[in-house]
């Protein structure tokens, strides 16, 4: 397997951790009776603990190495992530899970993220690459939509949703530069455990976190876990594969969440977990956007053993 191929695994799996994260957070919302905001900003701290412990020195190392401006650019950074995580758990409550991930993650956030990494990184989609990246988003697009939901207006809702991709945009366009000199699994820990005191200051600002419990931390320390894992394999893929890329394949997530949620409720018939409106058009979405995926690698394959054969 050539390295670019190993890459675009490692970020399908960050996608597929991130489904199971996303419908943890939903049971952990809708069965546990968790507030939304604490479950968005105290599980990035215990996956930012959970990395520390593994390397401590390196954590430690990587922390005094930054200087004044190092420190700057980390707290810009996960000052994006946090303000576009509020907004993206805000638009969803406003105009529902699926349309705010029409207009984010499965399409506003890989344009933006293609545009600014074609501006800042000179990253450029090859024929085929866009081709595939297409596939993906219409099959993302096809998974998600609910045509008796769907509008043309544009209200509060759709403005969090487009500014929030617009936010996140940005922090993995900063991120992929980064991590060209620095190192993977510290950075990595620096920025969850940033992030989660950030959304820490907005949800105290703001009125909206809500102290749970012992039972409910300690599922909130269970889904930390998870952020850990799926933060670290899709921050490897950014310098590897480029953020383009990268941000395609991780829209896939929608529609890995949607096949947890079937195994969910295949093992529990009663949870209280929300499908798609239609389960056949989500299947066929599912396979127009692999069918993307397939394209998208199996270029890259081809790429890679032509130039291969050429040295």
């Not at 809708?30 to 990035?44: Q, Y």
């Not at 993220?113 to 219409?138: D, Y």
């Not at 239609?278 to 993307?292: E, H, I, K, R, Y």
Request: proline share 3%; with cysteine; charged share 15%.
């Amino acid at each position: 397997m050539d390295t670019r191929s190993k890459y675009v695994y490692i970020v399908l799996l960050s996608a597929l951790v991130v489904a199971v994260e996303t419908v943890a957070v939903e049971g952990a919302i809708k069965i546990a009776d968790l507030s939304s905001f604490i479950v968005s900003a105290v599980p990035p701290l215990v996956g930012g603990a959970i990395l520390m412990g593994l390397d401590p020195k390196g954590t430690s190392r990587f922390a005094s190495s930054l200087t004044p401006k190092g420190w700057l650019k980390m707290c810009v950074l996960c000052g994006f992530v946090a303000g576009g995580v509020f907004l993206w758990f805000d638009a969803v409550g406003r105009i529902g899970a699926s349309k705010e991930a029409i207009l984010g993650g499965g399409s506003s956030e890989v344009l933006f993220i293609v545009l600014l990494s074609a501006v800042f990184l000179s990253e450029r989609l090859k024929k085929w690459e866009a081709v595939g990246s297409v596939l993906v988003m219409a099959g993302v697009f096809i998974v998600l939509a609910d045509v008796n939901t769907l509008s043309l207006s544009i209200g509060l809702g759709e403005l969090e949703a487009i500014l929030s991709s617009l936010l996140l945009g940005i922090s993995v366009v900063m991120t992929t530069a980064l991590l060209k000199t620095k190192d993977l699994g510290p950075f990595s820990c620096i920025e969850l455990l940033l992030t989660g005191v950030f959304l820490l200051i907005i949800g105290v600002a703001t009125g909206l976190i809500e102290w749970e419990g012992f039972v409910g931390m300690i599922i909130l320390g269970l889904i930390g876990i998870l952020p850990a894992l799926g933060l670290v394999m899709y921050n490897a893929g950014l310098p590897r594969i480029g953020a383009s890329l990268t941000s395609v394949l991780f829209a896939l997530t929608g529609i890995m969440t949607v096949a947890v949620q079937l195994v969910v409720l295949l093992i529990f018939p009663d949870a209280d977990i929300e499908l798609p409106s239609s389960v056949p058009l989500a299947l066929l979405g599912g396979a127009v956007a692999f069918a993307g995926v397939y394209l998208l690698n199996s270029h890259s394959a081809r790429k890679s053993s032509d130039t291969g054969r050429g040295a």
